[in-house]
């Protein structure tokens, strides 16, 4: 990640820098209570924070980093789309019964909602505008507010009901366009999480209610995640837990109790009875795939009860006894597994069709891997940070979005939408990075690049912090009276800020640079190896295992500058 243009110093955090904190506290306070505690952000309401000047850095920086590559990999064109959005685009969709939706009504008593993404006010934006074949590719993106009315908002910035996020919109003439479009984006989002400085993993998803058939989910590994990951061994696919298809190292061998789910055909008149080994999840994505479809996913949620009912509800008395019936076996299981009792008290046999040999269950480590039938698959707990979808014509065709194609025939604009969670990120970086010292940014992410320390205001801190904010260092002087220098290099520590430069009377025309960030690379060991030990020495360990610099303040700029480009 290469510098700013211009360096900055910041002086003055004021009221909202971070109060003493217990080195225990440090190390136990959740991520989001710790970010609170240190002046990054401050929860007002449950789901609701208030962005302190800290937060607002790092989530400024995050921005820059996701509009760098949008503009300059992709020629995206920035815009910026109302907050609120009219009832009638949303019901177009079919979407205006979410439960999410924050709905509000004008003094005329008009509907609206705040946005929580939005795929209707950019077709119908886009709508009006294309009308050729030559007015795309197009590429739309904004970083805004959106609004979702969690029920139950955990996680602080992790699932919250207001949110930063940066939503993308891409339109193209056929679907090869669009699908190489979305592949192109895909490269984007690699190179903004790449530049961000934390590992990362991609792995193909379920589209969800959102639509489309084809997604990409981006995850940071970490043991409080929601969201598991599975990776295979042997071809090396990535997948989430519903996307991921798994066979058993022996097939048939759950000789237990079986669970059952009840499901219709599309059309409604046959029973669907899916069995499968108790306590595993039944997997509607693969339950799809083993019907080829012809299956009615809507009553997913519905107990099985509901279901029977409605299905009865299409059988005259007389003819129960020949309803259709269709049973599905999970491959695990076998002839003598425990199975619940058939529901039906007439039947005939005859009227049954069994499809066995198929997997219905989400996957786990340690299965064999469904894509390449050979490779084992392990498991990791992971927080979304990033997803990507192509969504075909599924809001063009309800929304009208047409355009002139090559022949002179109208044709439905072929779309897809790519978010990336911006405050998410704040606090999965905090997440992931943080350790018992406190938080550990990256440096594209950190508030500040490097802090100055002073235990008073005086010349010499101001010289070096002048020195490093003309090599385009962002930089924040800590030079409060009330605070000692020690304090205040531990308080820079645990802010993660990536460098701290403690500048004392003692050592003086000495400084001590401290290194709080993780490194990507070691290339400043050869520019220290050519550096003079009468200018730089690296010196012994802080009692915290801080690795110490001592540099003249005439290099200072310099070998931080070095410093940082490992960062």
């Known amino acids: 990640m290469s510098s700013s243009k211009s360096g900055r110093i910041i002086r003055r955090i004021g009221a909202f820098h971070a109060k003493n904190l217990t080195k225990d506290a440090y190390k136990t306070l959740p991520t989001h209570e710790l970010l609170q505690a240190l002046g990054f952000v401050k929860q007002s309401q449950s789901g609701l924070v208030h962005w302190l000047p800290l937060g607002l850095k790092s989530l400024n920086k995050i921005s820059e ?9 992709l020629g995206a064109s920035e815009v910026s789309l109302s907050t609120l959005s009219a009832r009638k685009l949303w019901e177009k969709t079919g979407r205006w019964g979410n439960t999410e939706l924050f709905k509000l009504k004008d003094a005329k008593k008009a509907d609206y909602c705040l946005n929580p993404t939005c795929e209707e006010e950019i077709t119908a934006l886009v709508g009006g505008y294309v009308s050729s074949y030559k007015d795309l590719p197009l590429i739309a993106y904004q970083i805004t507010r959106k609004y979702r009315d969690e029920r139950r908002p955990r996680g602080g910035l992790l699932r919250g009901r207001e949110f930063l996020m940066k939503d993308a919109y891409s339109f193209d003439a056929s679907k090869a366009d669009a699908v190489a479009t979305f592949d192109r984006v895909n490269k984007c ?12 993993v991609s792995a193909w998803a379920d589209s969800g209610d959102i639509g489309g058939d084809m997604s990409k989910e981006y995850h940071y590994e970490h043991e409080s995640g929601e969201d598991t990951v599975l990776k295979c061994d042997n071809c090396g696919s990535i997948s989430n837990v519903e996307k991921c298809s798994s066979v ?8 237990g109790n079986a669970d059952v789910k009840y ?55 007389d003819s129960e006894l020949f309803a259709s019936v269709v049973r599905v076996m999970d491959v ?36 064999i891997c469904g894509s390449c039938q050979e490779g084992n698959l392990s498991e990791a707990r992971t927080i979304e940070v990033g997803h990507s979808f192509y969504l075909g014509q599924k809001y063009s065709k309800v929304m009208k979005a047409k355009y002139m194609n090559k022949d002179n ?33 990256p440096r594209a992410a950190s508030p500040f690049e490097v802090t ?73 060991e050869q520019r220290y190896a050519q550096a003079s030990r009468d200018e730089w020495t690296l010196t012994d360990q802080t009692d915290a295992g801080i690795e110490k610099h001592r540099v003249h303040k005439d290099r200072v700029a310099e070998v931080v500058t070095v410093l940082l480009a490992d960062m």
């Open 65 to 73: 980093v996701i509009k760098k590559h949008m503009d300059q990999d």
């Open 189 to 200: 989002y690699d190179g903004i999480f790449q530049d961000l400085g934390v590992p990362f």
């Open 248 to 255: 058993p190292v022996e097939e048939g061998l759950h000789s």
């Open 263 to 317: 499901a219709l055909n599309a059309c409604g008149d046959t029973l669907i009875c899916l069995y499968y080994p108790e306590g595993r999840t039944l997997n509607w994505n693969l339950v799809k795939e083993a019907l080829q479809e012809d299956v009615d996913v809507s009553m997913r949620d519905s107990d099985n009860l509901t279901i029977l009912d409605k299905f009865k509800s299409t059988l005259s008395e």
């Open 332 to 367: 695990r299981l076998n002839s003598r597994s425990n199975f619940p009792d058939f529901p039906l008290k007439q039947y005939m046999k005859s009227n049954f069709a069994q499809l066995g040999g198929v997997s219905l269950v989400d996957a786990i480590a340690g299965e």
């Open 409 to 441: 025939k109208d044709d439905f604009l072929e779309m897809g939408c790519y978010g990336i969670g911006v405050s998410r990120l704040v606090a999965a970086i905090g997440q992931v990075t943080r350790d018992k010292q406190g938080l550990r940014w």
């Open 452 to 524: 100055v320390c002073v235990p008073a205001p005086d010349e010499r801190g101001t010289e070096v912090a002048e020195q490093l904010c003309n090599s385009s260092i962002d930089v924040w002087i800590d030079e409060d009276a009330r605070t000692g220098l020690g304090r205040k290099v531990l308080q820079s520590h645990a802010t993660g800020i990536p460098l701290c430069v403690a500048v004392g009377s003692k050592q003086w025309p000495f400084v001590d640079v401290e290194v709080r960030g993780e490194r990507r690379a070691n290339s400043w």
